[in-house]
T-cell receptor
Framework: GAVVSQHPSRVICKSGTSVKIECRSL??????MFWYRQFPKQSLMLMAT?????????EQGVEKDKFLINHASLTLSTLTVTSAHPEDSSFYIC?????????????FGQGTRLTVV | DAKTTQPPSMDCAEGRAANLPCNHS???????VYWYRQIHSQGPQYIIH???NNETNEMASLIITEDRKSSTLILPHATLRDTAVYYC????????????FGKGTKLSVKP
C-alpha cells in the first residue's frame, strides 16, 4: 500500500518555541492531507485539511495562526506549532488519501509525540 | 460525529479468534465499512473494507450483515501484537474527505 512518512516521531521543546512536523507521501501524490491531534486515551480529532497550493481549512476551535500548515508540493505538508505551550503536548498524526482497491483509502504517518516543557 | 457504535473494550486469548462488532444502522447505500487499528503510539493502520459482501485479506475477515446495519471484524488467530484500538468507520468509498474516528474498541490479547 501507499506509504506516508512523518518526521520527527518524537520531539521535546521549550515553552514559547516553535516546532515543525513534516508529512510526506512517499510513493504517491496527495493533493490533500489531513492533520489530526490525539490526546491520551482519546480518539483522533481532525485539526485541519491541508490543500496543495492553497490555504488550509481549519476545524472549529483550531487556531490557524498557532498551527501553521504549508502544503507546497504534492508530496509534502508541514505543520508548525508556533509559540508552543504545555497544553499543546499531544500526539500529532498526518494522513493522505490515495485511490487504491477501487476506493479511496487513508494512509497515516507514524505520528509525532510532542512534549512541551 | 461518528456513525458507528462499538464496545469500548474486549479481551481475547492468544491464538483464538477475535470478533469485533460494529453497529452502523444509518449507513447509506454508497457507504463502505472500513476498519483501521491503532497500536499504542503509532498512526492508524488500514485493515480491511467492504460494501456488502464479506471480505477477507491476509490480516482479517469482514462479515457484513445482509441489511448492512452491522458488521464484524474477525482476526482468526489473535496474537499479542494485535493488541490495539480498532476503529470501524463508514464513509463514501469515493470521498476525498477526512475520516471521522469514534472511540473504537480496545482489544487486549492475553497470553
Amino acid at each position: 500500500g501507499a506509504v506516508v512518512s512523518q518526521h520527527p516521531s518524537r520531539v521535546i521543546c521549550k515553552s514559547g518555541t516553535s516546532v515543525k512536523i513534516e508529512c510526506r507521501s512517499l510513493d504517491f501524490q496527495a493533493t490533500t492531507m489531513f492533520w489530526y491531534r490525539q490526546f491520551p486515551k482519546q480518539s483522533l480529532m481532525l485539526m485541519a485539511t491541508s490543500n496543495e497550493g492553497s490555504k488550509a481549512t481549519y476545524e472549529q476551535g483550531v487556531e490557524k495562526d498557532k498551527f501553521l500548515i504549508n502544503h507546497a508540493s504534492l508530496t509534502l505538508s508541514t505543520l508548525t506549532v508556533t509559540s508552543a505551550h504545555p497544553e499543546d503536548s499531544s500526539f500529532y498524526i498526518c494522513s493522505a488519501r490515495a485511490f487504491t482497491r477501487a476506493v479511496t483509502e487513508a494512509f497515516f504517518g507514524q505520528g509525532t509525540r510532542l512534549t512541551v516543557v | 460525529d461518528a456513525k458507528t457504535t462499538q464496545p469500548p473494550s474486549m479481551d481475547c486469548a492468544e491464538g483464538r479468534a477475535a470478533n469485533l462488532p460494529c453497529n452502523h444502522s444509518t449507513i447509506s447505500g454508497n457507504e463502505y465499512v472500513y476498519w483501521y487499528r491503532q497500536i499504542h503510539s503509532q498512526g492508524p493502520q488500514y485493515i480491511i473494507h467492504g460494501l456488502k459482501n464479506n471480505e477477507t485479506n491476509e490480516m482479517a475477515s469482514l462479515i457484513i450483515t445482509e441489511d448492512r446495519k452491522s458488521s464484524t471484524l474477525i482476526l482468526p488467530h489473535a496474537t499479542l501484537r494485535d493488541t490495539a484500538v480498532y476503529y470501524c468507520i463508514v464513509r463514501d468509498g469515493g470521498s476525498q474527505g477526512n475520516l471521522i474516528f469514534g472511540k473504537g474498541t480496545k482489544l487486549s490479547v492475553k497470553p
